[in-house]
């Protein structure tokens, strides 16, 4: 049963739209300042993710691991996951920073759900 949910988090988990104050992040320079030797975290999930220079996800989850691929395509961050067997399909997302210290992912090019996570 966890497994599942936290799958949902993995894909993003929905947010409500009163979170503020954010900014695209537009070209794969500036996401790579944003990301540079720091993990994006979700407290509530027990994930942590790096996403490495690379090309390269990886990560945990509740104790399993997290393995993937990224680019950077027209102004969104692509990806496909592994936790643990259990696939995350492609996808490409609008990236969003608030203060310096948090990204926000929404799937679909911005059309879609979104996950807020820290940067550690």
Do not use: H
Request: hydrophobic fraction near 40%; charged fraction near 30%; include cysteine.
């Amino acid at each position: 049963m966890i497994r599942p949910l936290l799958a949902a988090a993995l894909i993003l988990f929905p947010l409500t739209a009163a979170a503020n104050g954010f900014e695209p992040v537009r070209d794969k320079g500036q996401f790579l300042s944003l990301i540079e030797n720091r993990e994006l975290r979700i407290g509530l999930y027990d994930l942590t993710l790096k996403v490495l220079p690379d090309g390269r996800i990886e990560g945990e989850a509740l104790g399993w691991d997290v393995t993937g691929t990224w680019a950077w395509r027209d102004g969104y961050f692509c990806r496909e996951m592994d936790w643990s067997g259990y696939a995350i399909r492609y996808n490409c997302q609008l990236v969003e920073v608030r203060g310096g210290d948090e990204l926000r992912f929404t799937v679909d090019q911005g059309r879609g759900d979104s996950a807020r996570f820290r940067l550690r």
